[in-house]
């Protein structure tokens, strides 16, 4: 590197963090804060919204306050820049009084580029004295819709910033991130943080490498435990909704041989920690965790996220799923449903106490909100248009109709007739007294001779045996069809029970006869997740096996995975999944070759970048013998 002159945005970008270009809207965000606009840059999680304050942070003259709520993902990015050569710290509640003090003082004599600090430090006396007698060229405010009182993550603190920034000898230029998209939230960043005629940007929420599927596994453990096994070098999280489903899938995983931890509020401080490090640190490749797991976790190489249970809303599903293949590599995110979440999920609905303030009439809306939204979440798990499609238009933007890559636009459906069985269906409950659950209606339906269906004298139902012909997962999913355009109900009992709606009376004809027609759509076959594939052309147009699992790329990893624990810092931040993918297919033989490598910049290449390449050279040679 030359000092002669200063580095452009795409040098930064090349240099420290090895890209070859920006992604959408980086460019325009960093454009507008080294020209001194202030800016609020929208971006779906996994998107770069660091790389938009800290490529101008590199940039700038002075130095960068990092305004962010959360201690572990501070600690994150200092670590990840100091990898890159960067002088960063942060400050916050986690350090000693005293390392407090020296970070300070080093502050203040100018060593830091880069400072992330928690908003209650801002206005504290010490780091004012220090904010007054140094310059600072850029404040950018991390998650910044915590502070609007709309959203779920409002922090009082956050009201701070703006008094902060008019007590500084002069005003630094400002730039607020967030991914949260509401125009309400947006209205209420720009407004309370005072930002002065910002330019607004709001980058799309598609996710080209995320593939999305719903899955409808009667059996959901045997479901994930199949897909682990198809997938035994990847890492990825298990989302579940309550703690003794953490428990139990996790305990079952560690019978069956996987390697497994978990995360949930009900463990202690110290073991949430050290099972959280053993999944960074790619030691155990798969966590088991309910939503208490994941804010502030930075991890880029989550090659899939599994849902055991479905979300209570498209937000939150979107966040947590959005947690896969930060790196741009591909990634799964697939939803294994059952109609009983829907169930859980109500309840949790009825039972909302979170918000001790709300009472009555808002109390009341709240929940209406909370049913609306969960409605859309269950529609997602039954619609059979493109997934993608689907989650785009409920976050306001418009898709294809057809993305390719997702579990829909990759099944066929056909239209099936389902008047009769629907018909059958609905009798079968109303002959039966509307008292029993669903497995019972179905085993009657198919002719079962199940011992609940023996005891109730089901057998003499009129409907027994009608549809012995159909396999169960069909017939659930007619059930589900019903339940979901309201012909028929389910209680939230614990042990809920079919009940027939007004819709669904009107429909049903007890001969049969003068029925209206009614179809579904059905999947014929079902599909293959692509990210186990990936192969890609390699040198002189030959195809190697650049994915996860190859021999190329297993040796890769286990030099980066020494590289990593010399260092003692997370594999993914030595070199992304994508960039080991990249080396992987490029089979770099120089320094300029390596270099190409997506991720590989000067720094890491003149940290690491020779080992790489020494065992490049040894595989081009085995794979040359190979061909
Ligand atoms: P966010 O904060 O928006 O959730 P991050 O800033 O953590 O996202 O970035 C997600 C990942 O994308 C990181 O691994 C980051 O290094 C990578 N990334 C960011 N910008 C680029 C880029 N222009 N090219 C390639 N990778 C990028
Ligand atoms: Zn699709």
Redesign the pocket.
């Known amino acids: 590197m030359t000092n002669d002159r200063p580095l452009s945005k795409q040098e930064v970008?090349k240099t420290y963090?090895g890209?070859d270009?920006?992604?959408e809207g980086?460019e325009e965000l960093i454009d507008c804060l080294l020209s001194g606009q202030d800016v609020c840059g929208v971006?779906p999680?996994?998107?770069?919204?660091?790389?938009c304050y800290q490529v101008p942070a590199l940039m700038l003259p002075h130095v960068t306050l990092v305004v962010s709520p959360l201690i572990s993902l501070m600690k994150d990015q200092v670590r990840a820049l100091n990898q890159m050569g960067v002088h960063a710290a942060y400050l916050n509640s986690s350090l000693t009084w005293n390392q407090y003090k020296k970070a300070l003082a080093l502050a203040k004599e100018g060593r830091y580029k880069i400072i992330y600090v928690a908003p209650e430090r801002l206005l504290t006396e010490d780091f004012l004295d220090f904010a007054r007698q140094t310059p600072i060229s850029l404040v950018a405010v991390d998650e910044a819709h915590c502070v609007s009182q709309w959203g779920q993550d409002f922090r009082p603190s956050y009201l701070k910033i703006p008094e902060f920034i008019e007590g500084l000898p002069s005003r630094p230029v400002l730039g607020a991130f967030t991914?949260t998209a509401t125009k309400e939230v947006r209205a209420d960043i720009i407004g309370m943080l005072k930002l002065s005629e910002p330019h607004v940007s709001v980058t799309g929420f598609d996710r080209k490498n995320l593939y999305f599927e719903v899955r409808h596994d009667r059996d959901k453990y045997k479901g994930i435990r199949d897909y682990l096994r198809a997938h035994p070098d990847s890492s990825g999280i298990i989302y579940c909704a309550t703690r003794k489903n953490v428990e139990e899938v996790c305990d079952k995983l560690l019978a069956d041989g996987f390697l497994a931890t978990r995360y949930h509020a009900g463990l202690s401080d110290a073991e949430r920690r050290s099972n959280q490090e053993a999944f960074t640190y790619d030691d155990v490749p798969v966590m088991v965790a309910t939503n208490a797991f994941g804010m502030g976790i930075?991890k880029?190489n989550v090659r899939f996220v599994l849902h055991y249970n479905m979300p209570k809303n498209m937000e939150s599903y979107y966040q947590e799923a959005g947690r896969a293949g930060?790196?741009?590599a591909k990634a799964d995110c697939i939803l294994f449903y059952s109609g009983q979440d829907v169930i859980t999920n109500q309840f949790f609905i009825e039972q909302n106490r979170d918000n001790e303030e709300l009472t009555g009439e808002a109390l009341e809306l709240v929940r209406e909100r909370d049913r609306e939204r969960l409605k859309k979440m269950t529609f997602y798990c039954h619609t059979t248009d493109c997934l993608r499609d689907y989650m785009l238009r409920y976050f306001g933007e418009y898709g294809s109709n057809y993305c390719g890559n997702c579990g829909n636009c990759k099944s066929t459906f056909e239209t099936v007739d389902i008047t009769a069985l629907a018909n059958d269906l609905i009798g079968c409950i109303l002959t039966s007294g509307m008292r029993y659950g669903v497995n019972v209606i179905l085993d009657t339906l198919r002719g079962s001779k199940s011992e609940k269906v023996l005891r109730f004298g089901l057998d003499k139902n009129r409907y027994y045996s009608t549809h012995a012909q159909e396999t169960v997962v069909f017939l659930r999913q007619v059930f589900q069809y019903l339940v979901l355009t309201e012909y028929l109900a389910v209680t939230d009992d614990q042990f809920p029970i079919v009940k027939v709606k007004e819709k669904g009376l009107t429909f049903y004809s007890e001969t049969g006869e003068f029925r209206p027609v009614l179809t579904m759509k059905a999947a014929r076959k079902t599909t293959q997740t692509p990210a186990a594939a990936g192969k890609e052309p390699g040198r002189n147009g030959r195809k190697r096996t650049t994915a996860p699992g190859s021999a190329p790329f297993e040796e890769l990893r286990r030099l980066r995975t020494q590289i990593a624990r010399a260092q003692h810092v997370p594999p993914y931040m030595i070199l992304?999944d994508k960039s080991l993918e990249s080396m992987c297919v490029l089979l770099p033989q120089t320094k300029d070759e390596m270099l190409a490598v997506h991720g590989m910049g000067e720094i890491r290449y003149q940290k690491y970048g020779g080992q790489f390449l020494a065992l490049c050279r040894k595989l081009a040679g085995e794979s040359e013998d190979f061909l």
Do not use: I, N, P
Not at 45 to 51: C, F, L, N, R
């Open positions: 970008l963090y890209y270009s920006f992604r980086q971006m999680t996994g998107a770069g919204k660091s790389v991914a930075d880029s930060r790196d741009g992304s």
